[in-house]
Antibody, heavy 119, light 107 residues
Framework: EVHLLESGGGLVQPGGSLRLSCAASGFTFNNYAMSWVRQAPGEGLEWVSAIGGSGAGTYYADSVKGRFTISRDNSKNTLYLQMNSLRAEDTAVYYC????????????WGQGTLVTVSS | DIQMTQSPSSLSASVGDRVTITCRAGQIISSYLNWYQQKPGKAPDLLIYAASSLQSGVPSRFSGSGSGTDFTLTIMSLQPEDFGTYYCQQSYSAPWTFGQGTKVEIK
């Protein structure tokens, strides 16, 4: 059974940094692209970043480009999102999501981790 | 970026009703359109991919249609557990964008 478990969320001041993790199990992790998708309180879904199975290709939404870095450690079956220069508008639940076959949609999602950027 | 527009923003329907949600893309996206259901406090669940393919385990009362710019999600006979917010998402070109959501309530 596929399982994705995010961690690392919390309260951070504007301008601060945070690193999210997503532990994956139940599938061959390095065979699949992974993404981060976020949802601000009471709002819709926003794709944030994606990474290929080998980690070679990375992609970002314009809203986070230059501030966020996606990475993965395939030996640990773990996806990461390093978030720097955080802004109030980055406040959201962050989900990691699995891409079934490099088709750029998401067949499995984690339960999410809340990031709150506030002073 | 490709803008995705859903209608209606919300609806209320009775058990057994046929429900239709529409999604329009800002440019032609072929059949690169996916649908998700999200219940309050939970992660989204994939319902339909590639416009009309039913995700494994999803009840057959859900169906998708369309291509180009106009797409439809249909729930043939609404069930009590179908409440939630439904999102469309294009997978044609990055950044992968979502519609604003359609909230479905059960009367």
């Amino acid at each position: 059974e596929v399982h994705l478990l995010e961690s690392g969320g919390g309260l951070v001041q504007p301008g601060g940094s945070l690193r999210l993790s997503c532990a994956a199990s139940g599938f061959t992790f390095n065979n699949y692209a992974m993404s981060w998708v976020r949802q601000a309180p009471g709002e819709g879904l926003e794709w944030v970043s994606a990474i290929g199975g080998s980690g070679a290709g990375t992609y970002y939404a314009d809203s986070v480009k230059g501030r966020f870095t996606i990475s993965r450690d395939n030996s640990k079956n773990t996806l990461y999102l390093q978030m720097n220069s955080l802004r109030a508008e980055d406040t959201a639940v962050y989900y990691c999501a699995k891409d079934p076959d490099y088709s750029n949609y998401f067949d499995y999602w984690g339960q999410g981790t809340l990031v709150t950027v506030s002073s | 970026d490709i803008q995705m527009t859903q209608s209606p923003s919300s609806l209320s329907a009775s058990v057994g009703d046929r429900v239709t949600i529409t999604c329009r893309a800002g440019q032609i996206i072929s059949s690169y359109l996916n649908w998700y259901q999200q219940k309050p406090g939970k992660a989204p669940d994939l319902l339909i991919y590639a416009a009309s393919s039913l995700q494994s385990g999803v009840p057959s009362r859900f169906s998708g249609s369309g291509s180009g710019t106009d797409f439809t999600l249909t729930i043939m006979s609404l069930q009590p557990e179908d409440f939630g917010t439904y999102y469309c998402q294009q997978s044609y070109s990055a950044p992968w964008t979502f519609g604003q959501g359609t909230k479905v309530e059960i009367k």
